[in-house]
């Protein structure tokens, strides 16, 4: 077990809370990209607002940043591939590429994800190595599909598959 307050016993501690995989996507005047990302939250109703934490190094924030707009596209199960891509260190402009979308008010959203909410930026706050992007959500959608989660270290689909 692990204990005390360090960074290890830190990732040990939250790896525990299971959480959805979603894929943060943007485009702008400087080009497209997107990111795999689990640190995403609703956060008020009235306004409608979501909370994204970007890693301050994250080629996607800067994206964020001029385009002022991102969408939150949340992951099936059977897209687990598409958190590799975007979790990638390919270009940001090549991320996108092979990966079937449509653009909903200005941002990429990804064909086929169990949910999705087009947002624009309202305020990047700092928060130590990462940067809190709070977006106000101006179109949303549903897909349907079981969810992909993430749980100490590892994508699983939810509910798990039992053997036949």
Known sequence: MVTGASPEAFREVFGRFATGVAVITS???AGS?????NAVC???LEPLLTLV????????????REAERFAVNVLSADQEHLA??????????????????????GVPVI????????????QLIAGGDHTIAI???VELGLGSGRPLLWYAGRYHPWPPVSPP
């Open 111 to 122: 064909d086929g994800v169990l949910a999705w909410a087009a947002c624009q930026l309202r």
């Open 84 to 105: 590799g891509v975007f979790a990638s260190k390919l270009p940001e402009a090549e991320k996108l590429e092979g990966v079937d979308h449509t653009f909903r008010s």
């Open 33 to 37: 990209g997107g990111m795999t990302a």
């Open 42 to 44: 609703s956060l008020s």
């Open 135 to 137: 977006g106000e959500v």
């Open 27 to 29: 485009a702008g005047p």
């Open 53 to 64: 934490c970007f890693e301050n190094q994250a080629r996607t924030l800067p994206i964020v």
